[in-house]
């Protein structure tokens, strides 16, 4: 038996557990070349990863350190009797392995396997594996399985209204923060629309990052509450709310794997969406060369596959495919796409026009959900709440009312231009070299890094002319983007 | 800057990083969501996974941590002056994400992976993207890439001999311990026979494990080479020497996930086998129904991916299929085990007679190699080695060269007789079964746990006879071994 003691170490997202490598009566090295060990104290249980400790002032005899990860899911409070053993594998991991085998899973299994992942029972190389096995091959009814196992497990929010709207786009596309745009018009024009979003997993940042900018997006189910019922919709960060907690597990180890499937995709959105309470959904699938979706094929393929999921899930989908050509707007990066969302709102005359155009389609397809609106009004009408400054309006209550950030973050300070290298007419725009220019430079964890898009596909360039203005914090992330933007600048003269 | 201070905490196999949480200028929190940081300091680099400390007794301001693994791999003394950055994931993810997308990889691009993760660049998550991405479809030529790869990256040891022989099985047969009698056997003829074993990967003992219990098996690539130059062999622990120091990492993941396929079989095996110095090997595939290989069709397949990657490895091999269909030996556990060699090798009366064939016949497979036994003479030629007692005094000189243990582990104490449920011959033992009832009981850490078959197939028994006998050196191993054989005892009687 082994006391707990807490130790104020932070091993996001593992579980791991201390031990002094000798005195404890047991080869403390064995258990660790095990990866795992289960710590058993009452009905507690958690499983955890072992580090072995060679100094009593951290750890010692007759104890047993728990990180903060550890202490928290365990749950017993410092000094309890716990007892240790080889840990057993989440029996789950079987299925995993038959996955691995080539074989489909049912959804029990897809179950077992998500509530195991839900309750941090699986370690990231066991996540990566189940990841990689359905990025071999998954089938639509496992991907189905996928998402309900994943709504099943988490937070649900419920609203009281026949028509709760929501907008999401699959990503991949710089600068396209039409949320904050489709949002206080559709706020505006009174539907209910809680939106949830994510920081940034691949991009340089997510709509969460970039509302972040202007208001408090950390906000509690409670919070949304009061103010989804005074103003009809909220921006608010979606990992507060718990609503998939299995996919927030998934995504920690798709992010730095830079995994990114079509039945991942679809599973980690439907799940989220009905788990928001949603019962109405566009979902913005950008299509070009660089954007996550290449093909006309290839996008009716994840379009079927968002049709067969949503509908088994009870959640009515529009589906808009979207030109994935170029980054859309000016600005990349969360305090540039802040400025290039106001400017839209605000009407201001050099407000990015492929922006705004790209806004309020969504916003009319949203807008067309509602039964009171005319067939095919919705375009009109949310031309209408825009160009009249009610969805500004509408935007000013709702960061009122998740509090107001006292200024906006300054603009990186250090700078650089990147040039024109001949004259021509730009013929593409590289979205996936952009965002990786952007994220080098430091954003979104450098709130003022990014990039301003001087020209756009189609203009006329001369040699010398400023293509982007690239922005950091510091020297050092000024550095990393430079050196991108120098190794190829995505853009292409032709 | 920061300032490194060495912490003594092991975070086997990971290289860790610690930080206080707040007050070093920057948001950890933000690289810790990244997963892993860049340490650098002149040209000294490492990757390492981040902890975020809330405690200035174990971390100060200005400075970071380092547990053993990242101290030792950054190689810079305490107090030298870092930087940390975000770390840009190794290039050669790239081609991992290739391979998930069902590429097929060159060597260049499988020799960039296996430098990276030979040099402690990948995370377990990715180490198992790699390998379940492997696991779903790998070329022969990518398993021969891997091959060379992996011996590139490691030592090599060189002998100045024109025969150097070996022998290896796939394993996956409880008891099978042919190596320690047939290494004796070869010594005691003369050929050159510098044998590196694993210790269990899943098993309940590797023939490293069942060494140690007679033998220093921790022996440096110098004291190999000093017994092999005066006896002409030795069974030493692979580990030690660093002969292949990426599949030691492969290994560290593909053991938690259990992941076994024939590719990373065969470029493991023959990798090691290269770096250490064997130009002929004889390899025992068992076929069983419970075995690692089950049956005809997938023995040939596996068969030929050894004689493609071992030819063009320049290793000459001699396949051998023997019958997988039970445990060999009566013994299954370290202490076990190593009795039923000794009888063997003492040409005790009651030795186990498959043991005692299984390991003539491949000894016999070896002597073949010698150009001066003549054709077909390498059998007979191991039977009277044996018989004559020149093996075990070869295996009394190469114990006391590698330093003998002063006394053989005692057998476990807590014991519990499996009895036949019923009356009839015995038609299946579960080799899968048995090994996991061995492990349960504590085998291979407990190096007196396991079991000892009293009957085998073909055998007549009594309802109530005993099948075997579980040792454990503990109350709680003995529970969950006799757990585990009450579930399924592995015997099945027709």
Same mark, same amino acid.
């Given at each position: 038996?082994?006391?707990?003691?807490?130790?104020?170490?932070?091993?996001?997202?593992?579980?791991?557990?201390?031990?002094?490598?000798?005195?404890?009566?047991?080869?403390?090295?064995?258990?660790?070349?095990?990866?795992?060990?289960?710590?058993?104290?009452?009905?507690?249980?958690?499983?955890?990863?072992?580090?072995?400790?060679?100094?009593e002032g951290i750890i010692g005899h007759?104890?047993?350190?728990?990180?903060?990860?550890?202490?928290?899911?365990?749950?017993?409070?410092?000094?309890?009797?716990?007892?240790?053993?080889?840990?057993?594998?989440?029996?789950?991991?079987?299925?995993?392995?038959?996955?691995?085998?080539?074989?489909?899973?049912?959804?029990?299994?897809?179950?077992?396997?998500?509530?195991?992942?839900?309750?941090?029972?699986?370690?990231?190389?066991?996540? #990566? !594996?189940?990841?990689?096995? =359905?990025?071999?091959?998954? +089938?639509?009814?496992? /991907?189905?399985?996928?998402?309900? &196992?994943? *709504?099943?497990?988490?937070?649900?929010?419920?609203?009281?209204?026949?028509?709760?709207?929501?907008?999401?786009?699959?990503?991949?596309?710089?600068?396209?923060?039409?949320?904050?745009?489709?949002?206080?018009?559709? #706020? !505006?024009?009174?539907?209910? =629309?809680?939106?949830?979003? +994510?920081?940034?997993? /691949?991009?340089?940042?997510?709509? &969460?990052? *970039?509302?972040?900018?202007?208001?408090?997006?950390?906000?509690?189910?409670?919070?949304?509450?009061?103010?989804?019922?005074?103003?009809?919709?909220?921006?608010?960060?979606?990992?507060?709310?718990?609503?998939?907690? #299995?996919?927030?597990?998934?995504?920690?180890?798709?992010?730095?794997?830079?995994?990114? /499937?079509?039945?991942?995709?679809? &599973?980690?959105?439907?799940?989220?969406?009905?788990?928001?309470?949603?019962?109405?959904?566009?979902?913005?699938?950008?299509?070009?060369?660089?954007?996550?979706?290449?093909?006309?094929?290839?996008?009716?393929?994840?379009?079927?596959?968002?049709?067969?999921?949503?509908?088994?899930?009870?959640l009515v989908t529009k589906i808009v495919?979207?030109?994935?050509?170029?980054?859309?707007?000016?600005?990349?990066?969360?305090?540039?796409?802040?400025?290039?969302?106001?400017?839209?709102?605000?009407?201001?005359?050099?407000?990015?026009?492929?922006?705004?155009?790209?806004?309020?389609?969504?916003?009319?397809?949203?807008?067309?959900?509602?039964?009171?609106?005319?067939?095919?009004?919705?375009?009109?009408?949310?031309?209408?709440?825009?160009?009249?400054?009610?969805?500004?309006?509408?935007?000013?209550?709702?960061?009122?009312?998740?509090g107001r950030k006292p200024a906006m973050?300054?603009?990186?300070?250090?700078?650089?231009?990147?040039?024109?290298?001949?004259?021509?007419?730009?013929?593409?725009?590289?979205?996936?070299?952009?965002?990786?220019?952007?994220?080098?430079?430091?954003?979104?964890?450098?709130?003022?890094?990014?990039?301003?898009?001087?020209?756009?596909?189609?203009?006329?360039?001369?040699?010398?002319?400023?293509?982007?203005?690239?922005?950091?914090?510091?020297?050092?992330?000024?550095?990393?983007?430079?050196?991108?933007?120098?190794?190829?600048?995505?853009?292409?003269?032709?």
């Amino acid at each position: 038996m082994l006391r707990i003691r807490r130790l104020p170490i932070d091993t996001y997202p593992e579980n791991t557990a201390f031990l002094l490598r000798h005195a404890n009566g047991y080869s403390a090295e064995q258990f660790q070349a095990l990866r795992k060990i289960r710590v058993t104290g009452g009905s507690s249980e958690i499983l955890a990863t072992l580090a072995l400790v060679d100094d009593e002032g951290i750890i010692g005899h007759g104890e047993i350190g728990l990180g903060e990860q550890a202490y928290r899911r365990l749950n017993l409070s410092e000094g309890t009797e716990v007892e240790i053993a080889q840990a057993r594998p989440p029996a789950s991991l079987d299925y995993v392995r038959r996955k691995i085998d080539g074989d489909t899973l049912g959804e029990a299994e897809v179950g077992a396997i998500i509530g195991d992942i839900a309750a941090h029972r699986y370690s990231p190389m066991e996540i #990566a !594996a189940f990841l990689v096995a =359905c990025a071999g091959f998954m +089938s639509t009814p496992e /991907t189905l399985a996928l998402t309900r &196992a994943m *709504v099943n497990v988490g937070n649900r929010l419920k609203w009281n209204a026949p028509l709760v709207v929501d907008k999401h786009c699959i990503g991949g596309i710089p600068g396209n923060r039409t949320s904050m745009i489709v949002v206080p018009i559709v #706020a !505006a024009h009174g539907l209910i =629309c809680p939106k949830t979003s +994510s920081r940034a997993i /691949t991009s340089p940042c997510g709509t &969460a990052d *970039v509302m972040e900018v202007l208001a408090e997006v950390n906000l509690s189910a409670e919070k949304m509450a009061e103010i989804v019922a005074k103003e009809h919709a909220v921006l608010a960060w979606g990992g507060r709310v718990n609503l998939s907690p #299995a996919d927030d597990v998934l995504i920690s180890v798709e992010r730095p794997l830079r995994l990114d /499937t079509f039945e991942q995709m679809v &599973a980690s959105i439907i799940s989220k969406k009905v788990a928001a309470g949603s019962t109405h959904l566009v979902i913005d699938i950008p299509v070009g060369p660089t954007a996550k979706v290449r093909s006309q094929n290839d996008a009716v393929r994840l379009r079927k596959l968002f049709e067969y999921v949503a509908r088994h899930m009870g959640l009515v989908t529009k589906i808009v495919f979207t030109d994935g050509s170029q980054p859309v707007g000016r600005g990349v990066g969360p305090v540039l796409e802040a400025r290039d969302v106001l400017a839209v709102l605000r009407n201001e005359p050099d407000a990015p026009e492929d922006l705004r155009d790209h806004a309020v389609a969504l916003a009319g397809h949203v807008l067309d959900f509602d039964p009171a609106i005319e067939g095919g009004k919705g375009y009109s009408r949310a031309l209408e709440l825009l160009a009249s400054g009610e969805a500004l309006a509408a935007m000013e209550r709702i960061i009122e009312a998740q509090g107001r950030k006292p200024a906006m973050p300054e603009l990186g300070g250090f700078q650089h231009e990147v040039k024109a290298h001949r004259s021509g007419r730009i013929v593409a725009i590289d979205c996936e070299r952009i965002a990786k220019v952007a994220r080098q430079a430091g954003a979104p964890m450098d709130q003022g890094a990014g990039l301003y898009l001087m020209h756009k596909i189609g203009e006329q360039v001369s040699k010398g002319d400023t293509l982007y203005r690239i922005y950091a914090g510091s020297q050092a992330g000024l550095g990393f983007g430079c050196d991108c933007a120098e190794e190829n600048s995505g853009y292409e003269i032709g």
